[in-house]
């Protein structure tokens, strides 16, 4: 798949607005019936089919992301019903009526992007936007969807659904905030009065005994306690902001099993999740470094170097002459974590381990770190 959306008409005004959305939309591809063909597809790259428009649709459920269908909402319906699998997996559906009056979403509007590609569509082709879903008629929070713009990944689906109710229903939800983005919110209104915002669990749990929330939303880069996860995530949902930089310095050829493990064993030390990590950071001279760029292809993390004159600019307790020797830096993976997460301390400052040197450092937020529920982290 070439590009993410697939535009599907079937009458002879609809081709008129798909082709003339096709032109104005980047990244879509056209399908409409041949008997409507105007000479100019195989210029345009627009695909014709024969027959119902059924026969093509589970190949573009497999295919695109987003499908805008140019068909009665009924009729779409019941040609998508047998094939929609998941929420997570299902490619959002726009569908446009005949005259292009409205643009509705139908299918997968948060996960799958449907709302957003509906509002794109209806500006476009001066339609007007129909979205249902609750939280965007309401201006709230998209549980499914919180923190994405910013890369943050649910931990678990398991209770998004309940948690989304008490959202929309203006039940009393705490959001514990440790760490990511602050700037969530992005309505025209204020934060509504059912929601409270914490800056740790202790806070969470102490507030629950004034105020009965009812749900949670969590937002940490850290791995919970079982105490933490039995009142927090009896009704929440875990988001993992990205905020975690790991700096890393190896010999040349280190293998990328050994690289994994040292990071493992450190994230696990930490407490720490690894999908909260953003991204690797080293010197330049590692910029090819094979070990490293399989860890980061992995796990699908960014990959930041540095020369060593950058490097050379952070002040280092513990200097090293050996490594200024072949490197020109007196430090790799201390320095390089500091630059890319643009922080001024460590979580960890240095761990050698085998061919593996590794430092870490969170991105600043402003908001401080608490410690577990019911014990300490070292």
Aim: net charge negative.
């Amino acid at each position: 798949m070439a590009n993410p959306y697939a535009i599907v008409a079937i009458t002879k005004h609809g081709v008129e607005t798909a082709r003339n959305l096709h032109a104005q939309l980047p990244g879509s591809d056209l399908y409409y019936m041949s008997k409507f063909a105007q000479g100019d597809e195989a210029e345009k790259g627009i695909q014709l089919f024969e027959g119902s428009v059924k026969l093509i649709l589970p190949d573009l459920f497999q295919r695109y992301t987003g499908i805008i269908q140019f068909i009665s909402l009924g009729a779409v319906v019941r040609m998508i019903a047998p094939i929609l699998k998941d929420k997570k997996t299902d490619p959002g559906v726009v569908v446009v009526d005949d005259r292009a009056q409205f643009a509705i979403s139908v299918l997968s509007g948060h996960l799958g992007g449907a709302n957003e590609l509906t509002r794109v569509i209806a500006e476009l082709i001066g339609a007007t936007p129909v979205i249902t879903t609750a939280s965007d008629v309401q201006k709230t929070i998209p549980v499914d969807m919180f923190g994405r713009q910013f890369g943050w990944q649910i931990e678990s689906f398991e209770h998004a659904t309940p948690v989304s109710a008490a959202v929309v229903n203006e039940e009393p939800v705490v959001i514990v905030q440790e760490a990511g983005e602050r700037n969530w919110w992005n309505y025209d209104k204020p934060l509504p009065t059912h929601f409270r915002v914490v800056d740790s669990t202790v806070e969470a749990v102490a507030l629950r005994a004034e105020w009965q929330w009812n749900a949670a939303l969590v937002i940490t880069h850290r791995l919970l306690s079982e105490q933490e996860e039995s009142v927090l995530l009896r009704n929440g949902v875990l988001y993992r902001p990205k905020n975690i930089v790991l700096g890393i310095g190896c010999n040349r050829g280190t293998a990328f099993e050994e690289i994994e493990a040292v990071v493992n064993e450190t994230l696990q030390e930490l407490q720490f999740s690894r999908k909260s990590v953003r991204n690797i950071a080293s010197i330049d001279l590692k910029k090819d470094e094979a070990g490293l760029l399989a860890l980061c292809e992995t796990h699908g993390w960014g990959f930041t170097t540095y020369t060593p004159e950058e490097l050379n600019q952070v002040a280092l307790a513990n200097p090293s002459e050996t490594v200024f020797k072949y490197t020109g830096a007196y430090g790799v993976s201390e320095p390089a974590a500091l630059l890319s997460a643009e922080a001024t301390e460590w979580v960890l400052e240095k761990r050698k381990s085998g061919n593996v040197t590794i430092s870490v450092a969170l991105v600043p937020n402003g908001v401080p770190v608490a410690l577990p529920i019911g014990g300490a982290t070292t």
